[in-house]
């Protein structure tokens, strides 16, 4: 089993749609949580980052972390086309290194 | 320089043969990182530096891989006597200062064995 788990996708949704993008984890060590947006051709960039649990919102971006069930979400408010990309989720430990573990990515199409 | 410099982009290489991957991180950066991405998969985790030295290399597939920084700047990822099953975009990044959890990407370099 993969320490985090994230549905590949891909996710089509019309554009001004809600989307929700969630990843599940097992390591219950795991206390930075972050969403990286990766464009084609492109290395991944950080969109959003959230120490221990709780949510945090920036502009039409919402992530919640609920450590009691290992479960992580990306919310994108009002979805246009340029959200088109591929969404990874990523996690590392508080202490013990610092490698950080990513998820499979969700690729995400908004339809104009 | 004024983000994270990956060379070459793209590297068309024969089974068998070495190939070094090049990484110019962003100017004061500390710790470094090297990272494998294949198509349909997540960024695999290959080694990590902190300055010049190498605390956690867990990720290195094989004893054909191998990293070295000088200078705690550039990197450079050596394959030696590289294998079909090597090709895939190979991503540095490069952190530093208080949020040291926030990585800065390169482009990549792309690598097909043939």
């Known amino acids: 089993q993969k320490e985090v788990e994230q549905d590949p996708g891909p996710l089509s949704v019309p554009e001004g749609a809600i989307v929700s993008l969630n990843c599940t984890y097992s390591n219950s060590a795991f206390q930075y949580f972050m969403w990286y947006r990766q464009y084609s051709r492109k290395g991944p960039e950080l969109l959003m980052y959230t120490y221990s649990s709780g949510n945090k919102e920036d502009g039409r971006f919402t992530a919640q972390v609920d450590k009691s069930s290992k479960y992580i979400s990306l919310f994108i408010r009002d979805s246009q086309p340029s959200d088109s990309a591929t969404y990874l989720c990523?996690?590392?430990?508080?202490?013990?290194?610092?490698?950080?573990?990513f998820g499979a990515g969700t690729r995400l199409f908004v339809k104009a | 320089g004024a983000g994270v410099s990956q060379s070459p982009s793209n590297k068309v290489t024969e089974k068998g043969k070495d190939v070094e991957l090049r990484c110019d991180p962003i100017s004061g950066h500390t710790a470094l990182y090297w990272y494998r991405q294949s198509l349909g998969q997540g960024l695999e985790f290959l080694i990590y530096?902190?300055?010049?030295?190498?605390?956690?290399k867990s990720g290195l597939p094989s004893d054909r891989f191998s990293a070295e920084r000088t200078g705690g700047s550039v990197s450079t990822l050596t394959i030696q006597r590289t294998q079909q099953e090597d090709s895939a975009v190979y991503l540095c990044?490069?952190?530093?200062?208080?949020?040291?959890?926030?990585?800065?990407f390169g482009s990549g370099t792309q690598l097909s064995v043939l």
């Open positions: 990523a996690m590392r430990p508080n202490t013990g290194g610092f490698k950080t573990i």
């Open positions: 530096f902190q300055g010049n030295s190498a605390p956690d």
């Open positions: 990044a490069s952190s530093s200062g208080p949020l040291k959890e926030k990585l800065f």
